[in-house]
Every structure is written in structure tokens, then in C-alpha cells.
């Protein structure tokens, strides 16, 4: 098992969990809402690190991490109890449809399977982690908007290619794009798109910008750098 070192907190990550990478350093560093948001669904925790970093940016809000894998759970649940903000962090092993809440979420973030092709592998936890059969795009988006509050947001991260499709999807269930961040794994080649996307509850103009991960040498842009400076225990 691995450490991954945080500033203010540790992952430890196991073999059969996805480990962290820059996709959810990113997407955990930009999630903003309202500082008094009190509620926050992770789906598709793993780690339990998406929230995590959310728990030590929203000092209010409750947390719960859902994961359909057994293992996943075990692991995220561990890394809650021994960070600072135990008491609000919650790890459920759940499907997303068959979870159930009580309340509606201000915030939703996900980190989700990014492949519809059938990816193979002799490790088939590997397999669960980069296919999204388990989880459609277009199930987790339905579903998300029935649990986000009306006034929520929802942030996802996407590869690229798809996001004339997860626009399509996002209008099919009445969520609007409220900001989006392409992501250059290095310059001028966009790899991810993040969406912030809510209800549709009047206008709402939409931000669009752009992340440059590395420069053309490999090394971390200044960019990448200055995001997530709350978060890396060490300078990059």
C-alpha cells in the first residue's frame, strides 16, 4: 500500500484502487460553490480523495463518498477516520442507483470511468476502474440531477473527445453549463474537459477557460503549480 502526502492530510492507496493522479488534483482543486454549502456527494470515491479535498475546502459541509467496489470503500473510509474531518465524512459502498439520500446535495463531483469501449486487462480491478459499463455517462448524469439541490453544482471531469456528447446529455436532463475548463496535458493537446453544470433556474452566463498541465519539457506548468499549492506537501 502507498502513501500519497497531502498537506493537510494523507491518502493511503491500494493496488486495487485507481490511484491520484493529476485529473483529480485538478478537478478537487477548482470544485468552488458557496463557502456555507453543507452537503457534498463524491460518486465514485475510490480513495476517498475528491473528498477529502473538499472536506478541507468546505469547512461546513458534510461529505459522503459513494463506490460501487467493496475495496474502494474499505480504503476511503480508512483515509476519512484518519484525516482531521472524520466526523463528516461518510463512505458508502452503493451503486449510484440504488443509493438513497435523505437530503439533496449542494455540491456533486465525479471522477468518473472514462471508457465505453471494453477495456481489457488481466487485473480486473483495473478493468472496473477505466470502464464505464458499470456506470454510463448518461446514467450517472440523470441520476446526478436528481440529487443535486436547486441551487447546486455539479463538477465532472471528461476526456475531450466527448464533450459534444455530455453536453447533449447535460440539456436532455435539464442541467445547464455554467463553466468549462479544458484541460492541455501539454500545450495546444487538450486531453480532459471539466463541467460545472446546475439545475436550469433562469440565466446563467457561461465561463470558459483553459488548464495547461505540463510544459513542453514535461515539467509542471506554473499553472498547474499555483492551483494546487494548498494542496501538495511540497513544492513541484
Not at 457534498?40 to 475510490?46: E, Y
Not at 447546486?152 to 447533449?168: C, D
Not at 477557460?209 to 514535461?218: F, Q, W
Amino acid at each position: 500500500m502507498s502513501i500519497f502526502k497531502f498537506k493537510y492530510f494523507s491518502v493511503y492507496q491500494s493496488k486495487s484502487v485507481h490511484p491520484i493522479g493529476t485529473d483529480s488534483m485538478i478537478l478537487g482543486a477548482l470544485v468552488s460553490s458557496n463557502q456555507n454549502a453543507t452537503s457534498i456527494l463524491d460518486i465514485g470515491t475510490g480513495s476517498g480523495v475528491l473528498a477529502l479535498m473538499c472536506a478541507q475546502r468546505f469547512p461546513k459541509a458534510k461529505i459522503v463518498g459513494i463506490d460501487i467496489d467493496s475495496q474502494s470503500t474499505i480504503t476511503a473510509d480508512s483515509n476519512f477516520q484518519q484525516s482531521s474531518w472524520s466526523s463528516r465524512l461518510t463512505a458508502v459502498q452503493s451503486s449510484l442507483s440504488q443509493f438513497k439520500s435523505k437530503c439533496s446535495f449542494d455540491v456533486i463531483v465525479s471522477n468518473p470511468p472514462f471508457y465505453e469501449e471494453t477495456y481489457h486487462s488481466p487485473n480486473i480491478d483495473r478493468v472496473r476502474q477505466r470502464n464505464s459499463e458499470s456506470l454510463p455517462l448518461k446514467e450517472l448524469i440523470t441520476q446526478t440531477a436528481e440529487l443535486l439541490s436547486t441551487s447546486g453544482s455539479f463538477w465532472i471531469i471528461l476526456p475531450y473527445r466527448r464533450k459534444e456528447e455530455s453536453e447533449q446529455l447535460f440539456e436532455q436532463a435539464g442541467l445547464s453549463v455554467r463553466n468549462e475548463i479544458t484541460l492541455f496535458g501539454k500545450p495546444s493537446i487538450p486531453s480532459r474537459i471539466i463541467f460545472e453544470v446546475g439545475l436550469e433556474t433562469g440565466f446563467h452566463q457561461r465561463l470558459s477557460s483553459s488548464i495547461t498541465v505540463r510544459n513542453l519539457d514535461g515539467t509542471y506548468s506554473d499553472q498547474y503549480k499555483e492551483l494546487t499549492k494548498d494542496f501538495h506537501d511540497r513544492p513541484l
